[in-house]
């Protein structure tokens, strides 16, 4: 991390570093969380296909708000947030989004577990942040809400009537949709 020339008043040098690290960090899974989520909007079939299709616009518009945010908190702490293609896939810990065309059940299944990988990342950011920054860690609760509520109209797809969910036990994408298919 280069050298910061300034950051917000109040705040070593050293931790605004950090902060700008976990920041980094969820700019990369938002982005590549929207782009995925259109990627689901284009790419669902099958005869829930219109339900799921516009479920999921909403969700792309309120990432792509969160990404911005992520990006111009790393500004205002004097750091330069990285937003290329290239830099995302060089620096993510996770893998491409795994399934092309597909049922509706499967693609829901398999973004239970996107889901699942980016909401945790960002609780283990807020317990970071409680002593770091609590004005980033508002920041990342404000998007763990709206994140969860997302993933609850995604799951409601997958559970039944006495709350299990098909998904249950999946690790990986490809094993999520074929459970949910
Ligand atoms: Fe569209």
């Known amino acids: 991390m280069a050298n910061l020339k300034y950051t917000v008043p109040g705040m070593s040098d ?31 079939v099958g005869p829930h296909f ?62 239970d577990l996107v889901y699942q990988g980016v909401i945790s990342s960002y609780r283990d950011g807020i317990k970071e942040l409680g002593e770091l920054d609590p004005v980033t860690e508002d920041m990342f609760i404000g998007h763990t809400e709206k994140l969860e509520l997302f993933h609850w109209f995604i799951r409601a797809h997958l559970e039944d009537k006495a709350g299990g969910l098909s998904t249950e036990g999946a690790t990986s994408e490809k094993d999520a949709a074929r459970s949910a298919g």
């Open 14 to 44: 050293a931790d605004a570093e950090r902060v700008i690290a976990l920041l980094q960090e969820r700019l990369h899974a938002a982005n590549d969380l929207h782009l995925t989520l259109k990627h689901v909007h284009w790419n669902v």
């Open 50 to 111: 219109i339900a799921v299709h516009e479920m999921l616009d909403p969700q792309v518009e309120a990432v792509r708000g969160f990404a911005d945010e992520l990006a111009e908190r790393i500004a205002t702490l004097g750091g330069s947030p990285t937003g290329t293609p290239g830099a995302l896939v060089a620096a993510r810990s996770w893998e491409e989004y795994s399934i092309g065309r597909a049922t509706t059940q499967e693609h829901l299944g398999a973004l």
